[in-house]
């Protein structure tokens, strides 16, 4: 067998290609690392006044979501989609495609066009499904159950994006306002987390995988069941989204906390088994607590709001999918035997991340410190995406010869 080094080396930039195309995750991942690490450092570049920026909250956030959050699940699901189907990989001109619409995202939020950046956004949500479509007719499989809430996490940022390119042309109540933030900022990531994480979330914890059913064209038996399940819970997170919107900021949050623990605790119970899994185990486990802890911080805390979301966002979903995308990496460039073992890389970013956060946080309890704190909070992510970035990555351009 060759070593992974062997086959890095062996590969021209053709038969990477060649490779990067049916799966994308090659791509995307590394340009979701490039657009997040834009997006946090639009903050040190206001405060040090560098090229007259523009006060970049609404670019910074909508960086984050679309364009670095974006790539990871355009990544993840262009690649994993036609797997689960048992149909065939994307073709070169739709990951092109995919690519190209990201970067211009990401540039168009970046330079502080925020409508044109929205509206390319939604134009590729709308186009995946079209992607999508002729691997479905030619499925030999169904989809996993929880699946159904990836739909409603694209319904979600289709949603809110649309909303918000509304406002400059509709007189709409802040209630739309804030319902459109909360379902493109949170839903877009809330339900796929869920859905996707009732089918791989298991393997990190040793868990039973109750949604891998047996391979049908047709519903297996046991598929309604838990698709039902999945349903129910979808609806009381977003009860928890329009509660919110409405003014009611302790119950929406904890609507959110109730069903995502009925799931997780039906289809992933990780309390259950958090030790002996490896690093990955552990980060995974760590950002599903404070996915939770988040939400709940998000009800006990309303007055600092913002920080509390970051809980959320930094804690929640951005370690979830920095160790997802470890999984991912290693998995196809022939490092299983690393899913079980220290990967130090990976426990150092997640060392970072949790520091960077309480450094956020304490930006909003602690007004004296807030510029420096924001300043100190975005380097201290930067630096986590550069190791991981530089440790990890790397697994893109190698070949899986354990195929």
Known sequence: MNTSSDVQSSLSAREWLSLAWGEPYRILFPLGILLGILGIALWPLYYSGWFGLYYPVPSHSHLMIQGFFGSFVFGFLGTAMPRMLDAPPLRAGEVSY????????????????????????????????????????????????????VGLGWMSAVVGTSILLLFPFITLDAFWYSLANL????????????????????????????????ESRSLPPGWIRRAMLAGVCGVIVMLGFIVEAKGELRLGPLLRLLGAGIYFGREVPFFRTFRNHGTLGVCLGTALLLLMTGMLCQALFPQYAKGMEHIVLVGGFGLLTMTVATRVVLGHSGQTHRLKIKIRPLTIAMGLIILSLA?????????????????????????????????????????????
Not at 118 to 138: E, G, H, K, N, T
Request: aromatic fraction near 12%; charged fraction near 10%.
């Open 98 to 149: 995919m690519v190209g619409m990201l970067c211009l995202v990401g540039g168009s939020h970046f330079l502080g066009h925020s409508v044109t950046g929205d509206s390319l956004f939604l134009l590729l949500l709308l186009s995946f499904p079209l992607i999508m479509r002729s691997r479905f007719v030619a499925r030999k499989d169904v989809p996993p159950p929880g699946f159904l809430l």
């Open 183 to 214: 379902l493109l900022f949170q839903g877009f990531l809330m339900f796929p987390i869920l859905g996707i994480g009732a089918f791989l979330f298991p393997r990190f914890f040793g868990l039973p995988n109750l949604h891998n059913l047996d």
């Open 359 to 403: 450094t956020r946080i304490s930006a909003d309890v602690f007004p004296q410190v807030m510029l420096t704190h924001h300043i100190y909070a975005a380097v201290i992510w930067i630096a986590a995406a550069l190791v991981w970035a530089v440790k990890i990555l790397p697994g893109v351009l190698i070949a899986d010869d354990e195929e």
